[in-house]
């Protein structure tokens, strides 16, 4: 359509300044949106938690109580992660590959820890492990396993809170899979085990990382479960998310800024990694 | 033998798709077996390499029963259509991967590596991924790593059919050529007719889940037994005939036979099936400029060119006594159609030019055996079973058909009494008479054996007006043409025959039209306009279609009339019945709905009431078939890009 009618062309079809991009309008407001919910907090507490500078930080974040609550954060998340690399990727591989009766139920309950209240995960932990109840007391007495106010039972917590995130970053991927690649290899002589190994699981290493990331980075923030399950003891099963609440209660801004940052960065820098990696993901699919 | 396949069947959802398939392929040939999508091809070759369960029958490999053995312990190398390339592997990864299974040294599986890569022409790019290669040359390292571990027997299945025609050409080549080296005993599945020709040693047809016909190119291209094998395997034109003495006569035309007399048919005259093919055509601007028999004349409709050849269609119009078979009589059409095929020498001395008119003869003839109907019909000792038997037999003799005498629902005892009186009944004048029997009820019993054998019509003794249902079930139980007899009657001369104005009734009348023709009866073809109304326009219409279905019919020789009636169709049914002197209904079968249940309409379920006392003739066309159900095996994604040649 070229049809030099003059003032058209210059005003632009809907009769808006040359200078307005296309798209302007829902662009703009979206970036607005997007600013104030996400850029103007995120802004607020970079400026609060470097308000000492970076000795300042450094100072706040390796005090005893802050430093423990912070390692006791990233291994109890990490322990979290691979166990949900393997549990998850197998609770994929079940759901697609086989099929049995409540099938489909399962496939919903997997997402309901997205669903639940954290910390009515929480209580549902206490009653199980707790002292009080007859597992909980049986595996104290039995075996010696403090679960309830222990980096167990943070653990228990975290893998309930993230059960979905590998489960549901391998089932697409999985499910797309070309069977007749198994089926190749099965002709060729390969095992189940071998087909698995050699043939599946290399598809599914970059869904399985990309999983095991987000449900880590998940993880460090999860405070509700944790509050209920773990308690708030300082030195021993405080979490940095716990640890936060008390510097906020004690008026301590600079203690909850600066641990706030820490938390913060590693989540985001694991963000980047997991985008990294969907996007090799897809480029490689395409080649 | 080398791959020995006994009476292999498998079922999806209760339906055979592959159906009692036996064949022997001897060590070292190259068998192709190929057949129309959904045929069930592929299926006989994923049951030989493994990948599908075996429901009954057995497979052997150079003796040994793998029926139940795992693909792993097969020893078969299987190329794939989608080249199943492991995606995340480099070539020279791919073509090792069966030897590294095998834990065979890495000095050695790098030595075959060389070796199948250098075979295969892909020598030095070991070491590229996958995606980046072309699909021809995917294809070759699916190829080179289907036979790294030296099976015994290669297995592809339609493995060209995902690339263009020049790359084809090439990888045919390629593949025989690796094939006589390696002397490999090789089973190649496609819908391909150029690749079958070209590649085959021996070529399978399957259709239907059946093994049809197994034979060299040249001898089943030139020789068909069946009418499928006739018409699925190149061009030509199939004529109904008759044989007496080496001599075929076509209508008022003789012809020297001039292959051997068909197997099974007898010196007196039989019916046969006339197949000639384009290149067995001889056109002339008259008689004598002919070198063969002349046939008819006619006019040229089309010319089209295809390389070193001119293919020349013409339009033949109606003969006394000379019916199509194939290509198949379209609605509304007497004449028929015969394509010859010329060379650019012979176009260049004779011309022709769109709507000449031409001399057609034919300078070859191959005569299949005309097998007949094949009834079937389904005796149990009472009066309904007896009503079957009378009509049903009867209208066989006349057809001059093949029975099949299914007794069914008794006990063993009392049903070796009923199918030998009932034999007996039946006394002679048929092609052929077998019998069986089953305890089982009609429906199973009717299912079971359209399973074994393929019929054109099922006569059951059953009162329609009064069990709808079991007209529903034995209408799913498979694709068959129904003749449902409600009384002892004698045989039924006059057929009214109930349309839809619609390719359904269309179709309806073209399958229908054979099956009166055998049985002698005339038809009278009756649509109904809903309304008597002032606009005349629906009914100019409809008298049109039915003008064209009744020359259709007579076409087939059927002697056919054609009625309009009004108002209800039960009602324009009943009267048309009545004042006709009809004793035969035939109606279209409604369609099954994706699962395959078969619903009547409450109409058609009146139109049955309108009859109680007439046998009913429930037809099945290809139409309903296509619309129905289509599945899908085993739940995997069946990528269709089969052409039909």
Redesign the interface.
């Known amino acids: 359509m070229n049809a030099p009618t003059a003032p058209a062309s210059a005003q632009g079809m809907a009769g808006r300044p040359a200078w307005w991009p296309r798209g302007g309008g829902p662009r703009l407001a979206a970036l607005a949106y997007l600013a104030v919910m996400l850029f103007v907090p995120l802004g607020v507490i970079l400026q609060d938690g470097l308000r000492a500078g970076l000795g300042g930080l450094w100072g706040a974040v390796s005090t005893p109580v802050a430093a423990h609550a912070l390692r006791l954060t990233f291994w109890t998340a990490g322990v979290m992660a691979a166990i949900n690399a393997v549990l998850g990727t197998l609770t994929a591989y079940v759901l697609v590959r086989y099929s049995f009766p409540g099938k489909g139920l399962l496939n919903a309950i997997v997402d309901l820890p997205l669903a639940i209240p954290t910390l009515v995960t929480g209580v549902m932990l206490v009653v199980l492990y707790g002292p009080q109840a007859a597992l909980g007391a049986w595996l104290q007495d039995a075996l010696g396993w403090r679960i309830i106010f222990a980096p167990p039972g943070i653990i228990l917590a975290l893998l309930f809170v993230t059960f979905p995130f590998v489960v549901r970053a391998v089932q697409p991927v999985l499910a797309s899979l070309d069977r007749e690649q198994d089926e190749a290899a099965e002709t060729l002589g390969a095992g189940a085990w071998t087909i698995f190994r050699r043939i599946t699981f290399p598809a599914l290493l970059l869904p399985v990382t990309s999983g095991t990331l987000l449900s880590f980075a998940r993880a460090i923030g999860e405070f509700g479960a944790i509050v209920i399950v773990a308690g708030n003891i300082p030195l021993k099963s405080q979490t940095a998310a716990v640890y936060v609440l008390g510097q906020v209660e004690s008026e301590n801004r600079l203690g909850a800024s600066a641990v706030s940052i820490v938390m913060l960065s590693v989540a985001y820098a694991l963000v980047l990694v997991v985008d990294w990696l969907q996007h090799r993901r897809t480029a490689w699919v395409r080649e | 033998m080398s791959i020995v396949l006994e009476q292999l069947t498998k079922r999806y959802d209760g339906q055979p798709v592959v159906n009692r398939v036996s064949l022997e392929i001897p060590e070292g040939e190259f068998f192709v077996l190929i057949g129309p999508s959904g045929s069930g091809k592929s299926t006989v070759l994923r049951m030989i390499?493994?990948?599908n369960v075996v429901d009954q029958g057995r497979v052997l490999l150079h003796g040994r029963d793998v029926t139940n053995a795992?693909?792993?312990q097969?020893g078969?190398?299987?190329v794939?259509q989608?080249y199943?390339?492991?995606?995340?592997m480099s070539v020279a990864d791919n073509i090792e991967?069966?030897l590294r299974?095998?834990r065979v040294a890495p000095a050695a599986r790098r030595r075959r590596r060389d070796e199948l890569l250098e075979l295969v022409g892909l020598a030095g790019l070991g070491r590229r991924?996958p995606?980046?290669l072309s699909g021809g040359q995917q294809q070759r390292v699916?190829l080179a790593?289907?036979l790294?571990?030296q099976p015994e027997v290669l297995l592809l299945d339609e493995p060209f059919g995902a690339l263009d025609a020049k790359i084809r050409v090439d990888l045919r080549r390629a593949l025989r050529d690796i094939q006589s080296r390696l002397g490999i005993t090789t089973i190649f599945v496609t819908h391909d007719q150029d690749e079958a020709f070209e590649l085959a040693d021996r070529l399978g047809v399957m259709n239907f889940g059946r093994l049809l016909e197994v034979g060299p190119p040249a001898e089943l291209y030139q020789r068909p037994q069946t009418e499928f094998v006739a018409t699925f395997l190149g061009t030509g034109s199939l004529l109904a005939g008759q044989c007496a003495g080496g001599e075929v006569r076509v209508g008022l035309l003789r012809f020297p036979l001039t292959t051997q007399v068909p197997p099974g048919v007898a010196a007196g005259p039989a019916p046969v099936h006339v197949l000639f093919r384009p290149e067995d055509v001889v056109l002339g601007a008259n008689v004598a400029a002919l070198d063969a028999a002349p046939f008819s004349s006619g006019k040229v409709e089309s010319i089209s060119f295809s390389g070193s050849f001119e293919r020349v269609r013409v339009r033949l119009p109606a003969m006394p006594a000379v019916r199509a078979i194939a290509p198949p009589v379209s609605y509304g059409d007497d004449s028929f159609q015969v394509d010859a095929l010329r060379t650019l020498e012979q176009a260049r001395q004779a011309p022709l030019a769109d709507g000449d008119s031409v001399w057609v003869a034919v300078r070859r003839i191959h005569a299949l055996a005309y097998p007949g109907l094949s009834f079937l019909i389904m005796v149990d000792g009472s009066p309904l079973g007896q009503a079957a038997l009378s009509v049903g037999g009867q209208m066989a003799r006349l057809a001059h058909a093949r029975v099949t005498l299914l007794g069914f629902g008794q006990p063993p005892a009392a049903m070796a009494q009923i199918v030998q009186a009932a034999r007996e009944a039946l006394g002679s004048g048929l092609a052929a008479l077998e019998t069986r029997s089953t305890p089982d009820s009609l429906v199973m019993a009717a299912a079971g054996e359209c399973e074994r054998n393929s019929f054109d019509v099922i006569v059951a003794g059953c009162a329609p007006a009064t069990s709808p249902a079991l007209v529903e079930r034995l209408l799913e139980s498979g694709p068959k043409n129904l003749l449902l007899v409600p009384q002892t009657l004698p045989i039924p001369v006059s057929a009214l025959v109930s349309i839809t104005d619609s390719e359904h009734g269309k179709q309806d009348v073209l399958v229908a039209g054979p099956l009166l023709h055998a049985m002698g009866a005339e038809a009278t073809l009756l649509c109904v306009v809903p309304e008597a109304g002032r606009d005349s326009q629906p009914r100019t219409r409809i008298e049109q279609f039915l003008t064209d279905g009744a020359r259709t019919l007579e076409a087939m020789g059927v002697t056919a009339r054609t009625v309009v009636g009004t108002g209800p169709v039960v009602e324009a049914v009943r009267r048309q019945l009545d004042a006709g002197g009809h004793d035969m209904l035939v109606l279209g079968a409604p369609l099954a709905d994706r699962s395959g249940r078969v619903a009547m309409s409450s109409r058609m379920r009146q139109v049955l009431e309108a009859a109680p006392r007439h046998p009913i003739l429930i037809v099945r066309s290809r139409y309903a078939a296509d619309v129905g159900p289509q599945r899908t095996f085993d739940g995997?994604i069946v990528i269709i890009e089969e052409v039909t040649p």
Do not use: E, T
């Not at chain 2, 199943?84 to 995340?88: E, I, Q, T, V």
């Open positions: 390499a493994g990948l795992p693909p792993q097969r078969v190398g299987f794939f989608h199943a390339l492991f995606r995340h991967f069966g299974v095998r991924m995606g980046q699916a790593r289907a790294a571990h995997r």
